[in-house]
């Protein structure tokens, strides 16, 4: 049998396989029809014919990067408000004044399909270039059906043009419009806006932004069941800005992941563990917001908790679309081995978009989604992590990225 790619002279192959990293020194990766077929020494791997061989001396190879938390989807800036923060105003007093999110839903509901679907396919093409392979893109700044069903629509589009693979979350419990009351709101994404993105299949999940600036816990519960109803998978933004208990409601609800958690409480962490519900921790948004407040990750490893980190890559809180950089954030502000993180951007991430039996890890069977990487050992990604160290990119066993 003819392979279709060999790799070949790896320093290291980075596997995360089992609970660590999964470190094999000096192995080789076949690869046919887009799919890992063999993870093995070099001795077996001459055995193997394959059409085109990738010589990777002196290279660290590893999963591709997934980003389980993005908002990539939006139009306009936020450098003004970026600015007033630095001068000592807060992030909840600009939000209070009509800034932070609504801002950017103006500047949403004013662009064209065409201007978000272009702003979004430019960064796509920085984060791949930075090695991520697999993103997650959140709607949440139209806040009305039209608004949001056209931000959906520009992901699916985009999902059929750019070689990563989008995961599209629907959130347009985001924010209060500032056109309609709560209640009205609240009734608009349920009996409205729920029903026609299930009917349209624009999105596999739905998440709710539960905390002191949003919406309250009975309004999220509220939601988030509809969701359920419709057969669609379910996350929660929760204590990023107070503990409300949206890590306890998580867990009530079967959420998949919960996310931000700078707050969360004990027992809600502890029944987030109990429930297995993925923590997504966005530590580049804590860093870019001066947010002195730290997640529980010391609680979160001893329950055993699964622990994914992504960008939070979003025009006001953290304008961060570089995952190795979130991840040394995660290590150096949240105190996340690295071990810990770099799971975190890879297999853990996986996890918290539900594609964990298919990416995430190098292993026979799953896809070739795979980094080769100029270190010569794993340390040195987060160590150098100003420096992009990604030379190649192959996703589905194509390279899609190569310097």
Known sequence: ?????????????????GDGLGVLE?????????????????????TCTAERVLDAKGMVVMPGFVDCHTHLVFAGSRAGEFARRMRGESYEEIAREGGGILSTVKATRHATFEELYENA???????LRWGTTTIEI???YGLTLADELKQLSVIRSLGEEVPQ????TFMGAHALPEEMSREEYVKEVIDLMLPEVAEKGLARFVDVFCDSIAFTNDETRRILKRAKELDLEIKLHVDEIEDTGGAGLAAELGALSAEHLVKANEDGLRAMAASGVIAVLLPATTFFLREK?????????ELRMPMAVATDFNPGSST???LPFAAACGALLDGLTLEEVLRGITINAARAVGMDSQIGSLE??????????????????????????VRTVIKKGEVVYAQ
Request: net charge negative; aromatic share 10%.
């Open 320 to 322: 961060v679309f570089s």
């Open 138 to 140: 959140k709607s949440g």
């Open 26 to 46: 000096g192995y080789d990766l076949i690869i046919h029809e887009g799919i890992i077929s063999k993870v093995c020494a070099p001795e077996e791997a001459r």
């Open 1 to 17: 049998m003819t392979f279709d790619l060999h790799i070949r002279n790896a320093s290291q192959v980075v596997t995360m396989d």
């Open 165 to 168: 693979t989008l995961v599209a």
């Open 121 to 127: 396919f430019r960064w796509l093409a920085r984060m």
């Open 293 to 301: 407040a730290r997640p529980n990750v010391e609680l979160m490893r």
């Open 364 to 389: 026979e069977g799953k896809e070739a989604d795979l980094l080769l990487l100029d270190i010569s050992t794993w340390e040195e990604l987060l160590y150098f992590f100003n420096r992009n160290a």
